[in-house]
């Protein structure tokens, strides 16, 4: 069964402090893609990264960046001196095999001014 | 590219009344996928269609729980006979294939 573990509930730092949310994940198969979205206040999941199993390279994009480690079977998040407009809810995604993207519970992260 | 779209936003109805809710997923996507979020959780499967066939639901969906997407296209999801459990956003979601989904700003459902 695939599953997705954010330990994290909630975080809170003040702004441009550096933040990292941490995913774990579980999958037998060993081609899956791992996903993270963001779900800010008004409820829609906005798309932030696609990584595929057999791409362990880490990823930069602006101040948001990605590790992704196969040995710890972990993909955690970066956010680089955050600002206010970053709270929201983050969540790590799973997709492997013929099921379903499964989500993480999500950690709320909330930077404050 | 106008997003996915869905209706009504909020739903605010008595328990045993039905409900339907509307998706109208990315005009080139193939695949459209409905998930139910609680307050606190991840969003939660409930079914997926690849152009007009549902090919597969969860065990979260209840038998008074129908999803339809006549010629491929809209979706609609039904639930009968409400019950206070049933409230909760639920989102829908577009891909092509197995791409990334974009999802939709999700129909709030209040049963009370």
């Known amino acids: 069964a695939q599953k997705v573990t954010q330990a994290q509930t909630e975080i809170s730092v003040v702004e441009k402090e550096d933040v990292t949310l941490d995913c774990v994940y579980e999958t037998r198969d060993t081609t899956y893609y791992l996903f993270w979205y963001k779900q800010p206040p008004s409820g829609e999941l906005v798309f932030l990264i696609r990584r595929n199993s057999f791409d362990e390279q880490n990823e930069i994009s602006g101040r948001y960046s990605w590790n992704f480690q196969k040995s710890t079977s972990s993909f955690n998040f970066t956010i680089t001196a955050s600002q206010v407009v970053d709270s929201a809810v983050y969540f790590c995604?799973?997709?492997?095999?013929?099921?379903?993207?499964?989500f993480g519970k999500g950690t709320r992260l909330s930077v404050i001014a | 590219d106008t997003g996915v779209s869905q209706n009504p936003r909020h739903k605010i109805t008595k328990r045993g009344q039905n409900v339907t809710f509307r998706c109208d997923p990315i005009s080139e996507h193939n695949r459209l996928y409905w998930y139910r979020q609680t307050l606190g959780q991840g969003p939660e499967f409930l079914t997926y269609?690849?152009?007009?066939?549902?090919?597969?639901k969860s065990r979260l969906l209840s038998d008074r729980f129908s999803a339809e997407r006549p010629k491929g296209s809209f979706s609609t999801l039904e639930i009968q006979r409400t019950e206070q459990g049933d409230s909760a956003m639920y989102l829908c979601?577009?891909?092509?294939?197995?791409?990334?989904?974009?999802f939709g700003s999700g129909t709030q459902l209040s049963v009370l």
């Open positions: 269609f690849q152009n007009e066939a549902q090919l597969e």
């Open positions: 979601a577009s891909s092509l294939f197995s791409e990334k989904l974009f």
């Open positions: 995604a799973l997709l492997a095999g013929n099921t379903p993207l499964v």
